[in-house]
Structure formats: structure tokens, C-alpha cells
């Protein structure tokens, strides 16, 4: 089955900084790659996601960068602000069957440091 | 569109014990999931129903477990005699195959469980 691994674990930034998270997969028939957003106590929420006939996709002061050869995608977070502080999950999947089934990376806390 | 909604959002249980969990997915979305998370883990798949058919089971859903969409509305995550390993937060999820979505899935806010 299809293995992600996510780093780091944990990203402190200061207030106005970028942030970049790695991920890396794999099941080369991965082709749908979303990225959730955390915060304490809450469910995931889609913050972006990205699919396999796409090298970037870029929503505002968000960006997610895939490279199928290497098998890894990236989030790219720029004028970060604390609002930005939670934990990040990448996720890949494989629409190919019935189901959208998301195996998902170990997370990195984010912290923005004001 | 009031996102997929969780019921309860807490629950303390003795072991032993028998625990339910009530998901309303997204409306209009055929597609319902049930995932587990654990501390610093990401989710978990569970298992999966399009309209009332459950269509695919993780092994991790032991026979201790049943989910449930009896008319392909409202799903149920049933644990029957919890074990203090069940404590975690149980996350409902749901897509639409067709439409502007593109089968994206959304969560619900969780229902964390805690086995005493």
C-alpha cells in the first residue's frame, strides 16, 4: 500500500517568513495530493490540493509543488502569520478504485512566531 | 451547506462498554468515510460507503467495529466493548464522485473518545 512521509515534524518560522513542508510517497499510481490544515481539538480542513497532470497549483499565499518523477510534493507557505500556526497533514490517494481512499503523512506542527 | 457534522463531539466510556457515533456527511455527497486519529498521528482509514453500500474495510476495523449508512444519508460507528486502545478521535469525512468538487473530501470536526 502506499507509504507518506512528511518533514519536519515540527517548523518554527517568524511572523512574515515562508514555510516549506516535504513530502514524499510511495505508490506511483498516487495521483490526487491534498493538503489539510489542523488546529487544536478540530478536524482537518482542506487548505489546498493538487493532481497528478499538475506541477503547481498556487491559491494566494499558498503553493503546492509536485514532482511525479521523484514522487514528492510540497507546500509552500509565504508572509506567514499566526493564524498560519497549526498542524499540516500531506495526504496522497489513488482514484482509481471505488474509493478516494487518503493515506496521510505524520504531520508538522507550524508555528509562527509574531 | 453546513459541512459534515459529528455526534457527539466527546465521549468518556468505561471499558467494556458499548460506544456509537453519528456522522451527517455533506448533502448531496454520496460518498461517507470514517477514519481514526491518534496523538501526533495523521488519520487513519477506516472504512468507506458509497450511498449505503460499505465498500471497503481497513483491517484495521476489527469485528469489535460496525459502521453503518442505512439509507445512504447519516452514517453510525458502533464499538462494541471498547478497549482503553480505542481512545482516539474518529473523524467522518465525505465527497461527492461527480461535480466541481472533484471528489474532494471533507471532515467533520471529530468525536474523540476517551476509554477509562
Known amino acids: 500500500g502506499e507509504n507518506v512521509e512528511q518533514h519536519p515534524s515540527t517548523l518554527s518560522v517568524q511572523e512574515g517568513d515562508s514555510a516549506v513542508i516535504k513530502c514524499t510517497y510511495s505508490?506511483?499510481?498516487?495521483?490526487?495530493f491534498p493538503w489539510y490544515k489542523q488546529e487544536l481539538g478540530k478536524g482537518p480542513q482542506l487548505i489546498i490540493d493538487?493532481?497528478?497532470?499538475?506541477g503547481e497549483k498556487k491559491d494566494q499565499r499558498i503553493a503546492v509543488t509536485l514532482n511525479k518523477t521523484a514522487k514528492h510534493f510540497s507546500l509552500h507557505i509565504t508572509e506567514t502569520q499566526p493564524e498560519d500556526s497549526a498542524v499540516y497533514f500531506c495526504?496522497?490517494?489513488?482514484?482509481?478504485?471505488?474509493?478516494?481512499?487518503?493515506?496521510f503523512g505524520s504531520g508538522t506542527q507550524l508555528t509562527v512566531l509574531p | 451547506d453546513t459541512g459534515v457534522s459529528q455526534d457527539p463531539r466527546h465521549k468518556i466510556t468505561k471499558r467494556g462498554q458499548n460506544v456509537t457515533f453519528r456522522c451527517d456527511p455533506i448533502?448531496?455527497?454520496?460518498?461517507l468515510y470514517w477514519y481514526r486519529q491518534t496523538l501526533g498521528q495523521g488519520p487513519e482509514f477506516l472504512t468507506y460507503?458509497?450511498?449505503?453500500?460499505?465498500?471497503?474495510k481497513s483491517r484495521l476495523l476489527s469485528d469489535r467495529f460496525s459502521a453503518e449508512r442505512p439509507k445512504g444519508s447519516f452514517s453510525t460507528l458502533e464499538i462494541q466493548r471498547t478497549e482503553q486502545g480505542d481512545s482516539a478521535m474518529y473523524l467522518c469525512?465525505?465527497?461527492?464522485?461527480?461535480?466541481?468538487?472533484?471528489?474532494?473530501?471533507?471532515f467533520g470536526e471529530g468525536s474523540w473518545l476517551t476509554v477509562v
Open positions: 469525512a465525505s465527497s461527492q464522485r461527480r461535480g466541481p468538487s472533484g471528489n474532494t473530501i471533507y
Open positions: 505508490d506511483s499510481a498516487s495521483n490526487y
Open positions: 493538487i493532481r497528478s497532470n499538475v
Open positions: 495526504a496522497a490517494s489513488d482514484s482509481s478504485g471505488s474509493a478516494r481512499q487518503l493515506t
Open positions: 448533502s448531496e455527497h454520496n460518498r
Open positions: 460507503f458509497q450511498n449505503e453500500a460499505q465498500l471497503e
